[in-house]
């Protein structure tokens, strides 16, 4: 399966959500009128796109009827998804393919952040796996000393995709696993190392001040670590992801996202709203359970599956 398939398929929600609703009102108003604007505008915030991007497309729209009276609603839509989500991918020493910063000198340190219940086990594992696909090798380090089986989990992980875990005991100073961590992962020389976090929500600052906490501690090793703060979220949780983002970009200096679970709702438009709002580059999302389900995030691709029924 290629991976604009993947998009689509991932998307598969929202898209026929977005198709059903769009078609309906076009054929129920071949000469879009005002009542038709607010119906597109009310379907278009119902992904939670965001109400700018939803006005945004629904004035052009608007526009193009006036000049030509013959719109495609899909054209527009597509355009300015796309437009929106092409944010500059910036980096320390460079910047990988799928945006990932690289290090001038190995390792690079990233560390995966967020709320409970977003997937930063599985989304470390399967970026290890991605990562190892991409010819690099990596370590990973399970610095959740908290939540009951989490250094298990991790560790199985590990054994899947093929990567060592440095881990602590439960109860241990997160911040002290993460030190350990890049220890290791400078003396053995690797690519990357992955720090998976304790789920931690974003209200609670002394939570919030831990993983400043562990960020210090990783920069009296190395100075420039870490090179990527990526925070998951969860796309079904709608604009409730968008005030996770902002919180713990304010509090952490988040350098990307990644977006979990876009196969499993009709609000995948929820990345355009925080990309928009927060410009924060998104450069994972995941669509399913498998391992290869996390994959690098394509503006162009995300934008023709989400709108991909207009061909279809």
């Known amino acids: 399966m290629n991976l604009f398939q993947k998009f689509r398929d991932g998307l598969g929600k929202t898209s026929a959500k977005l198709a059903a609703e769009i078609k309906r009102i076009v054929a129920s108003a071949p000469q879009l009128d005002e009542d038709a604007f607010e119906e597109l505008e009310a379907a278009l915030i119902g992904t939670d796109i965001g109400v700018t991007t939803a006005l945004r497309i629904v004035e052009q729209v608007k526009e193009s009827s006036r000049e030509s009276g013959n719109v495609d609603v899909f054209a527009i839509a597509r355009a300015e998804i796309e437009r929106e989500l092409s944010i500059p991918l910036v980096g320390g020493a460079g910047v990988t393919a799928c945006g990932l910063s690289k290090a001038s000198q ?77 220890e290791a992962a400078m003396k053995r020389g690797v690519d990357y190392l992955l720090i998976d976090t304790a789920g931690r929500l974003h209200t609670k600052k002394n939570l919030m001040e831990e993983i400043k906490k562990m960020h210090r501690s990783l920069q009296k090793r190395l100075p420039t670590a870490p090179h990527e703060v990526l925070l998951v979220l969860d796309a079904t949780t709608g604009s409730n992801a968008l005030v996770q983002a902002r919180e713990f970009h304010q509090a952490l200096g988040v350098t990307g996202l990644v977006v979990n679970k876009l196969d499993g709702t009709s609000k995948g438009g929820i990345v355009v709203a925080i990309a928009r709002e927060l410009r924060i580059p998104i450069k994972f999302i995941g669509l399913g359970e498998q391992m290869d389900g996390l994959q690098p995030f394509d503006p162009q691709q995300f934008a023709e599956a989400l709108f991909g029924e207009a061909t279809g």
């Open 106 to 182: 190995p390792p690079t340190v990233v560390l995966l952040v967020g709320v409970n219940g977003t997937g930063k086990t599985t989304s470390t594992a399967k970026l290890a796996h991605y990562l190892k696909g991409q010819g690099n090798t990596v370590l990973l380090a399970a610095c959740d000393t908290f939540r009951a089986a989490a250094i298990e989990q991790l560790k199985i992980w590990g054994d899947r995709v093929g990567c060592d875990v440095i881990a602590g005991q439960y109860g241990a100073d997160s911040a002290a696993v993460a030190f350990d961590a890049l």
